[in-house]
């Protein structure tokens, strides 16, 4: 098969390669379609140190070669029976097992979902890593209530447009920080109520005035060293719930305000097979909604769409066809 495989100092090369072979209790799929995420340039620079060369890839769509079934692939494998956390084993697709970035993937059977009714392979492949996450943050761990305020930090990026799309969807109030008004604007096609630019000073400030003063129910926080802005952002009682650390991999808050404003700080990251599966309910409840796609190259250009992901030129996801 054809396939783009991590080398070292990052280069990635699209080459032949053998078929993986599916063991007992593993479903092998013909991939159509490949979803970027920013954790897969983090693979390629060697920021996720794991064995080279190694194919590239958690998302992706396609058929079950031994069934015929149309498919989408859960990437979070071996989570385990506890909702709460991952167990021992738990990984991502494209670390140490093989991805997504190539024409067949084995995956195990209890990572397959059925694809959306009536969506495309493109549509199907943007979703799982960044939808999932995006959900988990939001329900499993934000609780997330209809007609409360979530407050998204970076409207550009693959999680974030999820967040916004999932959170409006549910009857929640939706706001966003960005460096551009213009990504202010693209936010608000798809679901934001309003948003501050990150780059103004105090802009804490200009959130809370967007809620009259009371400050936001949610804040969905993937930078890090933002977290003592987002929680200068929220009301007494309120959830900043963690993804990532784009920005920094430390923060120092105010203690004192955090414990009298009975706030909570949750991490997450990823999702359980329940998590997906109630991801999947929720998209077949709003039959009209898809994900935000940017472009899509064919598989060989994947370091062309890796290029346009790390200048962050893009809104939404970028999606390779096998």
């Given at each position: ?20 072979v ?19 340039s ?10 080279l ?54 995956v ?17 492949a ?5 939808g ?33 799309a ?41 959130v ?20 003592p ?74 370091a062309?769409a ?17």
């Amino acid at each position: 098969m054809q396939a783009v495989r991590v080398h070292e100092g990052g280069e990635l090369v699209y080459e032949t390669v053998a078929d993986p072979v599916p063991g007992e209790g593993e479903a092998l799929v013909e991939l159509r379609c490949a979803g970027l995420n920013r954790r897969d340039s983090y693979v390629a620079a060697g920021t996720y140190p794991f064995p080279l060369p190694l194919i590239a890839g958690s998302d992706g769509a396609g058929v079950r070669r031994d069934t015929g079934e149309e498919v989408v692939i859960l990437p979070s494998l071996h989570w385990g029976d506890d909702d709460r956390a991952p167990g021992p084993d738990w990984e991502i697709l494209g670390d140490r097992t093989d991805g997504t970035y190539a024409e067949l993937v084995a995956v195990p059977e209890a990572n397959v979902f059925p694809k959306p009714r009536a969506w495309s392979w493109t549509d199907a492949a943007a979703l799982p890593l960044a939808g999932l996450t995006a959900h988990r943050a939001l329900f499993a761990r934000g609780g997330l209530r209809r007609g409360e305020t979530v407050l998204v930090l970076g409207a550009g990026g693959g999680v974030a447009t999820f967040a916004i799309a999932l959170a409006r969807l549910a009857g929640a109030r939706v706001l966003v920080t960005s460096s551009s008004r213009e990504r202010i604007e693209r936010a608000r096609g798809i679901g934001a109520d309003d948003g501050v630019l990150y780059t103004q000073d105090g802009w804490p400030a200009a959130v809370r005035a967007l809620t009259k003063g009371e400050g936001v129910d949610l804040v969905i926080d993937s930078v890090g060293e933002t977290w003592p802005d987002a929680l200068g952002t929220l009301r007494a009682g309120g959830r900043l719930v963690a993804f990532g650390a784009t920005g920094a991999a430390s923060a120092r808050v105010d203690v004192r305000s955090f414990y009298f404003g009975q706030q909570s700080i949750l991490g997450t990251t990823m999702g359980s097979p329940r998590d997906f599966a109630a991801l999947l309910r929720a998209v077949e409840e709003a039959p009209d909604w898809r994900p935000v796609v940017d472009r899509i190259l064919p598989l060989d250009r994947a370091a062309e769409a890796h290029a346009v992901m790390e200048r962050r030129e893009h809104v939404g996801k970028l999606v390779l066809a096998a």
